[in-house]
T-cell receptor, first 111, second 118 residues
Framework: DQQVKQNSPSLSVQEGRISILNCDYTNSMFDYFLWYKKYPAEGPTFLISISSIKDKNEDGRFTVFLNKSAKHLSLHIVPSQPGDSAVYFCAAKGGADGLTFGKGTHLIIQP | DTGVSQNPRHKITKRGQNVTFRCDPISEHNRLYWYRQTLGQGPEFLTYFQNEAQLEKSRLLSDRFSAERPKGSFSTLEIQRTEQGDSAMYLC????????????????FGPGTRLTVL
């Protein structure tokens, strides 16, 4: 039973446009959410996080939105750059200390 | 480089052999985590340490797996009698373990050890 779902295995966006990556969760105990970026043969790199007491967090080109009632979060990247091409993982934490990850979305930025 | 380091980066072994991986966390971090990632999946939590104490184990951690963090610094993950299903990327992460129970504690990952069991 997948508690964190990323329903788009891949997403293609033109350079300079906005990339929107989505994530849904089912466990009401989750109260902290993170986005990681992963290049091949490397470990995940932390991008941005949000606590359940907030509905938005921004860091430069990256903004994460949290809709608790819908159990949905999204990562916005604007403007998208070629170096943003990678696999993006949504992760959640609550109760237990291990993170629960989605399966990832492969973002491809086209020139 | 002051990030999380893992050794070896790659390990190829024959079924039935034992393997051991090492993780060195970021120096001031007192929490250390192990995850496993297979193709097409996100990382899956295995276990975690607060200093030298192993506080949580996932049901994925069968009795062939053992992890230690003897002095609260580096950690080792051993897999005994490896099986082909153990082939995966093994990831280590560390976090500061801030006050408030660490609920908003960010985990930083190492590059991983890729295990191939033949």
């Amino acid at each position: 039973d997948q508690q964190v779902k990323q329903n788009s295995p891949s997403l293609s966006v033109q350079e300079g446009r906005i990339s929107i990556l989505n994530c849904d969760y089912t466990n009401s105990m989750f109260d902290y959410f993170l986005w990681y970026k992963k290049y091949p043969a490397e470990g995940p790199t932390f991008l941005i996080s949000i606590s359940s007491i907030k509905d938005k967090n921004e860091d430069g080109r990256f903004t994460v939105f949290l809709n608790k009632s819908a159990k949905h979060l999204s990562l916005h990247i604007v403007p998208s750059q070629p170096g943003d091409s990678a696999v993006y993982f949504c992760a959640a934490k609550g109760g237990a200390d291990g993170l629960t990850f989605g399966k990832g979305t492969h973002l491809i930025i086209q020139p | 480089d002051t990030g999380v380091s893992q050794n070896p980066r790659h390990k190829i072994t024959k079924r039935g052999q034992n393997v051991t991986f090492r993780c060195d966390p970021i120096s001031e971090h007192n929490r250390l985590y192990w995850y496993r990632q297979t193709l097409g999946q996100g990382p899956e939590f295995l276990t975690y340490f607060q200093n030298e104490a192993q506080l949580e184990k996932s049901r994925l951690l069968s009795d062939r797996f053992s992890a230690e963090r003897p002095k609260g610094s580096f950690s080792t993950l051993e897999i005994q009698r490896t099986e082909q299903g153990d082939s995966a990327m093994y990831l280590c992460a560390s976090s500061l373990g801030s006050s408030g129970g660490g609920r908003t504690d960010t985990q930083y990952f190492g590059p991983g050890t890729r295990l191939t069991v033949l």
